[in-house]
């Protein structure tokens, strides 16, 4: 089953932005800048995505979600659209 459809693997709209900006490789502080949000707001988002993916780090949220891209497991996660 793709996590866009598992209830603790729905993201919100921010979340997917900040998801998007951190798989092109953007610093927070980037990431910030481009959303009109505080690095402060960008560590928080990251500190739920981490959660949502269970991971550790950045690195490792990147290589989840391109993963499950690679496998077609959440082509609709960026999305604006619901399920």
């Known amino acids: ?3 866009t459809n ?3 693997r729905r993201l919100n709209t921010r979340q997917r ?3 998007q900006l951190v798989t092109k490789g953007l610093r927070n502080s980037e990431i910030g800048e481009q959303l009109g949000i505080s690095e402060r707001s ?3 988002y990251l500190s739920q995505l981490f959660l949502i993916f269970d991971v550790t780090n950045r690195t490792e949220l990147v290589g989840v979600v391109l993963t499950e891209t690679a496998l077609g497991t959440h082509a609709r996660s960026f999305s604006n659209h619901t399920p």
């Open 17 to 19: 932005n900040v998801l």
């Open 6 to 8: 598992q209830p603790n």
């Open 1 to 3: 089953m793709a996590w």
């Open 42 to 44: 960008v560590k928080s």
